[in-house]
């Protein structure tokens, strides 16, 4: 086992960089490719969005192929079909054919969904955040297209630079062909039934959302940047090719630091920081900043997304654990199509503004959604953590309001005194009497309540079947920030056994 994750995680790894770096051909190419085909903004925006689109819409069949057939098997198709846009587009002369070429090279794009499904059958579950950081590095290749691209474009033309990337489509079938593996344990639930089973979870469309927003807005700015900073900016093609380069490197690094800080520390908490600061940023980009400010803004994105896409990706096993494959699928085509429609909304909202400012302030406001949002769910995490530490401890619990009525109790609570929920809650504690203490005894144990906040001891009470047994019992008041005492709770346990003292009535 040990061997093939040291050969399966580069391997997949540097696949994913291919596939990015084929993905975005048409955006990092195409300060070259509108000089020779003449674009209007509206066509220049749909050239660059639809490999996002169909990319992203791939990714729930293809996570669902990988568990069937296996990543090696994937990945060999997927290079070779990928063949035929890249032919294709170099040899494109209008609109129509770029389109018809970029909704294949979408493939390109789907087969993030590969690696996400297959690297966790080979690691533990601690390690999938870091596992799946790694493997997210293969967003390099939207760099390497980004800066090397325009590079090699200014010296030979952009259709003789597509037609290379031919060549290593060709070396990567071939090496996963030799060293992908082979016996890969398959999983053959049905598309729609691994569907329907995770669709009602309404976590999964939580971290849809937040994937849509990480992995959206660096898909977005990916695209977006190298036309937009050489027509705001006058940049040359070279020089914004250089900058977008920049700022996909800070992404892909940040997002194995965001999967390793996911496994690290809670994950909520890494989000909490990452969409403050995407609300940050927006609000920066929206004021049409100079050039310093705007490249500070665009690495706070660059920061931020990076830092989320890995550790939004940490949650999946935890949540989705029999059902990885299909909501890694689900979260990542989210993903992409968070990349899809921004590019277009910002060409649309600047012919009718004349600028972007609007654009960038509903990133903001998006981000300021999904912060409201995770931290939501983070303090639902840790009152679900709370109850499920009450419901699964030996101790037996009570919880009473102010005016001594229980409002709820716990499994061991039924097993010590054998009452029910339905029975105790709604009724006072007084029901488990003994009649061996006074009046004295009470009233003492509700000074110390009021003075202390607690109180503990020894006390006898009764069960429902009638024994009488001794009990060690510790109760609490619980306050508010105020200092106001809003409820009770009671923590006891059998010592009969330990004392020798049980009896029954008769």
Known sequence: MNSIRRRLLPLQTVSLVLGFMVWVILSSLMPFIKEDIKLTSSQLAWVTAVPVLFGSITRVPVGYWTNRFGARKLFMISFVLLLAPVFWISAADSFEKLIIGGIFLG????????????????????????????????????????????????????????????????????????????????????????IRAVSPNAKLWLLCLFYFLTFGSFVAFTVYLPNFLVSHFGLTKVDAGIRTAGFIVLATAMRPIGGWLGDRFNPFKILIVVFAGLTLSGIVLSFAPAMKVYTLGCLIVAFCAGTGNGTI??????????????????????????????????????NATGHYAIGFMALSQIALSCLILVVWLYYQDRLRLSANIIESTIEAILITDTNSIITSINPAFTAVTGYTSEEAVGKKPSMLKSGRQDKSFYDEMWRSLREHGSWQGEIWNRRKNGDIYLEWLSITAIKNDAGEVKCYAGMFSDISNVRGAGKRTG
């Open 313 to 350: 990706f940490k949650l999946v096993p935890m949540y989705f654990s029999k059902q990885a494959g299909i909501a890694n699928g689900i979260i990542s085509m989210m993903g992409g199509l968070g990349g899809f429609f921004p590019p277009l909304i910002l060409t649309i909202l600047y």
């Open 107 to 194: 493939i390109g794009g789907g087969i993030f969904s590969v690696g996400v499904t297959s690297l966790p059958k080979y690691y533990p579950k601690e390690r999938h955040g870091f596992v799946n950081g790694i493997y997210g590095i293969g967003n390099l290749g939207t760099a390497i297209s980004a800066f090397g691209a325009p590079v090699v474009a200014d010296r030979i033309g952009w259709e003789q630079t597509v037609l290379l990337y031919s060549v290593l489509l060709v070396v990567m079938a071939v090496l996963n062909f030799v060293l992908g593996d082979r016996q890969e344990k398959p999983v053959v639930t049905p598309l729609m039934e691994q």
